[in-house]
């Protein structure tokens, strides 16, 4: 870990409507580190990623990649300075194959000799793609779709990576694997994540940083280890 700020979040204010969701957002993200955000259902974590890709215009605040001012940038825009957003469901495309969902990853990328190795890079990281990748979307199991979601923005090769509930509805030993993969990548490879997870304790176990939103506010902002050893924390903000 460095400590050098990549992702800068000031007074972040979003919604869909008159009522805000967001309520004044304020989050510091060092490069090569793993922030878990956890909270109750509805308290804007899915909404905070989509106001961070660029899905739903903020009404007020400062969202900043390496110092630069996101504003209102399109997503196209945002991906290509390196922020791939992972969405809640997937967003696997079920028509197109393994191959072409993969593709769509290095959409917007002019080095097209470097989207081919990405997308050898993520063949290795996960076998069953590999083996599928002329299978279409639609005949994958969870966990395969929840890989090729992973791999898609890994395509991308961001340097921002907001991963929304990615183990939702899958079995441990998959949710394990990705919290490992999460790992590596930050090692190896330098990679930021975001990850909004349901799933408090595999996300703190692999998080440097946890992050309780609570009615579209920050309500804790710590060293992850700190959320998972103090007692009090854990009962007060996060119910076990
Ligand atoms: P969950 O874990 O249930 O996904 P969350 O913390 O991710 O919760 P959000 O999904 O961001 O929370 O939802 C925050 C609030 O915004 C909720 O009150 C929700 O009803 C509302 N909301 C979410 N999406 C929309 C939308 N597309 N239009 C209107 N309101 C929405």
């Known amino acids: 870990m460095t400590g050098t700020e990549l992702l800068s979040v000031r007074g972040l204010v979003a919604g869909y409507g008159a009522a805000p969701v967001l ?13 878990a955000v956890v909270g109750a259902n509805g308290a804007g974590k899915t909404t905070l990623l989509r106001t961070l890709s660029g899905l739903v215009r903020p009404s007020a605040g400062q969202i ?10 399109p997503v196209e825009h945002r991906v290509r300075r390196g922020m791939a957003h992972v969405p809640e ?19 917007w ?3 097209r000799a470097d989207v081919r190795r990405a997308l050898d890079e993520v063949y290795q990281l996960f076998e069953p793609l590999a083996r599928r990748r002329r299978h279409a979307g ?3 199991s969870g966990g395969e779709r929840q890989m090729l979601a992973l791999g898609r923005a890994l395509v991308a090769r961001p340097r921002l990576l907001l991963l929304d ?3 939702l509805g899958l079995a441990p030993r998959v949710t394990a694997q990705i919290m490992a993969l999460l790992r590596q990548l930050r090692n190896n490879a330098g990679l930021t994540v975001l990850l909004v997870e349901q ?6 176990s692999v998080a440097d940083q946890g992050v309780v939103m609570s009615l579209g506010r920050v309500v804790i902002d710590t060293a992850a280890a700190e959320l998972r050893d103090d007692d009090q924390l854990r009962h007060a903000y996060l119910g076990f």
């Open 165 to 167: 509930e990615p183990s």
């Open 138 to 140: 639609h005949q994958l």
């Open 109 to 111: 990328r002019r080095d």
């Open 199 to 204: 799933n408090v304790r595999s996300a703190l």
């Open 23 to 35: 309520r004044t957002i304020d989050l510091s993200i060092p490069v090569g580190t793993i922030t």
């Open 89 to 107: 469901g997937r967003g696997v495309i079920a028509e197109l194959t393994v191959e072409e969902n993969l593709r769509l990853g290095g959409l």
């Open 64 to 73: 900043r990649l390496d110092g630069e001012e996101l504003g209102r940038l």
